[in-house]
């Protein structure tokens, strides 16, 4: 594992907004004609005017290529929908008719990409990216900038072959990333950099000048490291030999060939992705520090460049899976406010992960083991020998909750991220005069603290109210760049 402090160079930095406060402008704008309620964080309209004075701008030439395969796509479609159907109809087909086919296909492919990649444009404004799209019916989508949570390039195989890339950009509110694919790769990363620019609040003459933010790299994970990791990952083998097992066991049973393809191919399937997946997902992580987030570099095939804005993460979660613990390796996870960016470090020694979540989290300091109070012996009646992997401790800073016993997982919340605290008891835990006390925080998950001590979880409920409000009264604004 490497930690140099090396400085890439760039030419300038920005900033990226942080979350819309009370009484500022609403999530997206309206536009020319009636559209959804004005707080949605995207609209549809005809687009804008001329009179705006925007530059619009087209995708990459490329672009065609890849949307002409949708008239493809839907044929295909079809035929596996309805083999049987689809082999009667190409079996009625002569040489002529194919040919004739592939005459009229081929070209309303190549027409279908020309025309979609022809009526779609995209603009930067002061406030707002606008992406324009439709032939027939148009949509103009309004992205507010200060709702940006995180804008993220990425690089398929083949787009990495073509010098190609994809923007991507979590948005506050919607369920989706939006993005714009394909841009050339330079031309992707200075569109990056002119929006957080102009989110930033720099003069729109300048903004689309300002480069990249320079970065200082932190750590690299070594691919040895990462595929001795998931050799040592219970999932890897626990899919691995229900795969093998169950498909077995089917054919002893059945002796039907179908059956056991129909069982064996998902659970092939989630082997793979829980080991080769994983290993070809995160090969080569990188995580570089920089004034708009730690940045992090990713990927064997694909490879993604997504961004961690600062102050916009709500919980981050330290795994250690069992076989790891002799190492001293964790997994470090991250819920994030509107964004699916969710894992920070696949794997590291735990001194390295401490500080990165440091980085994350400015003034935290991750709670030892001892420092974790266990619930009361009694709870062992409720969740007999799992009681022990259960613990708590609470700070200046954050809430921390740690639960599970192969897997242990410790959750931080700081309290400045805290929603709602609520006390919760089932029928057998007021017996025992047990309870648990739940965060919610930004990012709609929750962070429970089980099995405590009735007058305990009383008082806890209370202090971490108070704390939640103190903290967010005195937390810094969640500012790119601040």
Not at 148 to 169: N, Y
């Amino acid at each position: 594992m490497t930690t140099p402090g090396k400085d890439e160079t760039a030419r300038g930095g920005a900033t990226a907004p942080g979350p819309q406060a009370p009484g500022t402008a609403p999530a997206a704008t309206g536009t020319d004609g009636p559209g959804p309620h004005p707080t949605a964080p995207r609209t549809d309209g005809p687009g804008p005017h001329p009179a705006d004075g925007v530059v619009e701008r087209r995708l990459h030439p490329i672009t065609p290529l890849r949307r002409a395969w949708a008239p493809v796509a839907v044929l295909v479609g079809w035929a596996v929908h309805d083999p049987d159907q689809a082999q009667r109809q190409l079996s009625r087909l002569t040489t002529t008719h194919l040919l004739i086919g592939l005459a009229v296909l081929i070209p309303a492919a190549a027409l279908y990409g020309f025309l979609t990649w022809w009526f779609t444009h995209y603009a930067v404004t002061d406030t707002e990216l606008r992406i324009r799209t439709g032939l027939l019916f148009r949509r103009t989508a309004h992205i507010r900038l200060e709702r940006v949570q995180a804008i993220d390039v990425t690089q398929p195989l083949l787009a990495r072959v073509a010098g190609v890339a994809k923007l991507k950009l979590d948005v506050i509110g919607t369920g989706k990333k939006d993005e714009l694919a394909f841009l050339g790769a330079d031309d992707a990363r200075a569109l990056r950099a002119e929006l957080l620019a102009r989110a930033a609040g720099l003069a729109p003459e300048t903004a689309h000048e300002v480069g990249e933010a320079p970065s200082r790299h932190l750590l690299r994970v070594p691919p040895g490291v990462l595929a001795v990791s998931l050799l040592l990952t219970g999932a890897t083998w626990g899919t691995l030999i229900a795969a093998v097992l169950v498909p077995t066991l089917l054919w002893l049973a059945t002796h039907n060939l179908w059956t056991v393809l129909a069982t064996a191919l998902p659970l092939l399937g989630a082997a793979g992705a829980s080991s080769a997946g994983r290993f070809v997902g995160e090969y080569d992580w990188t995580v570089a520090e920089s004034p708009d987030g730690l940045r992090l570099d990713h990927g064997l095939l694909d490879r993604a460049h997504e961004t961690v804005p600062p102050g916009r993460v709500q919980t981050v979660r330290i795994v250690e899976p069992l076989l790891w613990r002799r190492r001293g390796w964790v997994r470090v996870e991250l819920d994030v406010a509107g964004s699916s960016n969710s894992v920070l470090l696949p794997v590291a020694p735990r001194e390295i992960a401490e500080s990165v979540v440091a980085r994350v989290l400015p003034g935290v300091t991750v709670p030892a083991g001892p420092a974790l109070s266990r619930p009361p012996r009694r709870a062992a009646r409720c969740r007999p020998l799992w009681w022990r992997g259960y613990g708590l401790a609470v700070t200046d800073t954050v809430f921390a909750a740690r639960y599970g016993l192969l897997r242990r997982s410790l959750a931080l919340v700081p309290h400045a991220k805290v929603q709602s605290v609520r006390r919760t008891q089932g029928p057998w835990q007021r017996a025992l005069r047990l309870a648990d006390v739940r965060v919610d925080t930004g990012a709609n998950k929750t962070v429970t603290a089980r099995l405590r001590d009735a007058d305990e979880a009383a008082e806890l409920l209370r202090a971490q109210a108070e704390r939640s409000r103190t903290g967010r009264r005195d937390a810094l604004p969640d500012r790119w760049m601040a």
